[in-house]
């Protein structure tokens, strides 16, 4: 049972810019919170690299090629990354995996849209990585260590990211052919709702918000780091000469900042709850690559064993 005394300790050391750190005292809610963000913040990175991994060898040339590659690889420490985040807070990678293939366990909605043209991936990387470092660079000033302390290499990683999202839009919807053009503009009509729904429901549907902010989990809403994005986004767009598919989209003088339309919430809840595009074939690939790697894991541990063995002998 968790004393009043505890509680208000705890909110008042966090309230102070302290840092929780994995053996200190936490309100069981705080660890459950943590665990359910970071998990679905790990699950996001292993998932996000399978709509890019399909384009690695359809790169259009070697240079696109070795710099999707190191993307993608990219990913795949952070979701390492954040899964050892995880297991400081006493849930085991197993237990993460498992929930996500069995679909208790949630991962960012876009990553169960298709990639269906090079441009996609210039889409990806300026609109899904720069969504994402909008709600991360926050994140490094989160309230708890392991978590914040992770968010500061991925951080940099992904600006990296989203630069070479925008240079590959640029390279063709600025400098391209009529053809090319038309392709990013494409790619950016179906990835620019999806991307503003990657902030998750608005802050009155969002009930864990109001108290992950208390607990300094997160440091803003949902709405305004959505709103941020939109405010950075536009100007990127307008430089692009892409046009914006939303027909409510206006500066607003009074606000500093651009109105936009409304979101369509109905389908973020079906792509939430399972029935997006992709879900499914994202979650077989996922436990497809996780049963074939079963001998790796296995022969790491059985050297893991044998090493101390070894030493333990000495």
Sequence with gaps: MESQEALDRFQQYVEAE????????????????????IAQHAHSEIVGMLPEGNWITRAPSLR???ILLSKVQDEAGHGLYLYSACETLGVD??????ELHIGKAKYSSIFNYPTTSWADMGAIGWLVDGAAIVNQVSLQRTSYGPYSRAM?????????HQRQ??????????????????????????????????????DAHSPNSAQ?????????????????????????????????????????EATGHYDFGEIDWTEFNEVVRGNGPC??????TRKKA??????VREAAMAYAEKQKAKKDAA
């Excluded at 990678?93 to 498992?98: S, V």
Aim: hydrophobic share 35%; net charge positive.
């Design 279 to 284: 879900n499914k074939q994202r979650i077989a």
């Design 212 to 252: 992950n902010m208390a607990w300094k989990i997160k440091r803003h809403s949902n709405d305004e780091l959505r709103q941020k994005f939109v405010d950075m986004t536009v100007p990127q767009a307008e430089y692009l000469g892409l046009t914006i598919p939303d027909k409510d989209l206006k500066w607003n």
């Design 93 to 98: 990678r197993d237990t993460l995996i498992n």
């Design 165 to 202: 999202g925008y240079e590959i839009m640029i390279s063709l919807a600025k400098n391209g052919n009529e053809a090319q053009k038309k392709m990013a503009q494409d790619a950016f009509n179906r990835w620019w709702w999806p991307s503003l729904m990657m902030f998750g429901p608005s």
């Design 18 to 37: 302290n840092k929780v750190e994995a053996k200190d005292w936490m309100p069981a809610n705080y660890r459950k919170q943590l665990v359910r963000q």
């Design 290 to 295: 996780y049963d074939d790697g079963a001998w």
């Design 152 to 160: 500061v290499r991925i951080c940099k990683e992904e600006s990296f």
């Design 64 to 66: 696109r090629k070795t």
